[in-house]
């Protein structure tokens, strides 16, 4: 069973930068796996953030962004705002993009 | 502006087969870009995936859940449905569903853009 790992907390400093990262058990994560980054605040669905690595959505703050680093997926927030403080999810594509797998998730505290 | 909504029973016994559907405004969910899924989160706890469909039918599920998921397509009704069978405890969660994109341009693109707000569904006798 393939496993995908998020580091299970950070915490950051307004107007800091952080990065997140997502890795997969199966070997290093390229752009093949498509990562996709969402946002989650307690009560409401998961919002996308960002898809294929490193592309935004239109609704995407620009002050977040994706990228490969190290092997894993990452996502790096400059500029950290209180209202980003929230769970972090990403999601890996296999099997020819027909499966996905979600990470496990990180709670980002902004402090 | 595209919507999704989920319906369906928020209380299901155990052994019993969960049922849920998700209505998609706003835009037609006979496509070729997109697939249409159902992922879930147990209170508490992270993400999972139970499986997609593709509008002319074609199913994609978790491993781990495949044994009890069907996944249906209604084009007619811009519907599509989840059937969750021999329910536990352990299903206990809110269940999303959510639309996934899947286009080439240079390359290949695959996003989950748009999703429901989440229907808890309990499991409980």
């Known amino acids: 069973q393939t496993v995908v790992t998020q580091e299970p907390s950070l915490t950051v400093s307004p107007g800091g930068t952080v990065t997140l990262t997502c890795a997969s058990s199966t070997g290093a994560v390229t752009s093949g796996y498509y990562p996709n980054w969402f946002q989650q605040k307690p009560g409401q669905a998961p919002r996308a953030l960002i898809y294929s690595t490193s592309n935004k959505h239109s609704w995407t703050p620009a002050r977040f962004s994706g990228s490969l680093l190290g092997g894993k997926a990452a996502l790096t927030l400059s500029g950290v705002q209180p209202e980003d403080e929230a769970e972090y999810y990403c999601l890996l594509y296999y099997g020819g993009a027909q499966h996905v797998v979600f990470g496990g998730g990180t709670k980002l505290t902004v402090l | 502006q595209l919507q999704l909504q989920e319906s369906g029973p928020g209380l299901v016994k155990p052994s019993e087969t969960l049922s849920l559907t998700c209505t998609v405004s706003g835009g037609s969910i006979s496509s070729s870009t997109y697939y249409w899924g159902w992922i879930r989160q147990p209170p508490g706890k992270g993400l999972e995936w139970i499986g997609s469909i593709y509008y002319s039918g074609s199913t994609y599920y978790n491993p781990s859940l495949k044994s009890r998921v069907t996944i249906s397509v209604d084009t007619s009704k811009n519907q599509f449905s989840l059937k969750l069978s021999s329910v536990t405890a352990a299903d206990t969660a809110v269940y999303y569903c959510?639309?996934?994109?899947?286009?080439?341009?240079?390359?290949?693109?695959?996003?989950?853009?748009?999703w429901g707000q989440g229907t808890l569904v309990t499991v409980s006798s």
């Open positions: 959510a639309r996934r994109t899947s286009y080439y341009s240079s390359g290949w693109y695959h996003l989950f853009d748009y």
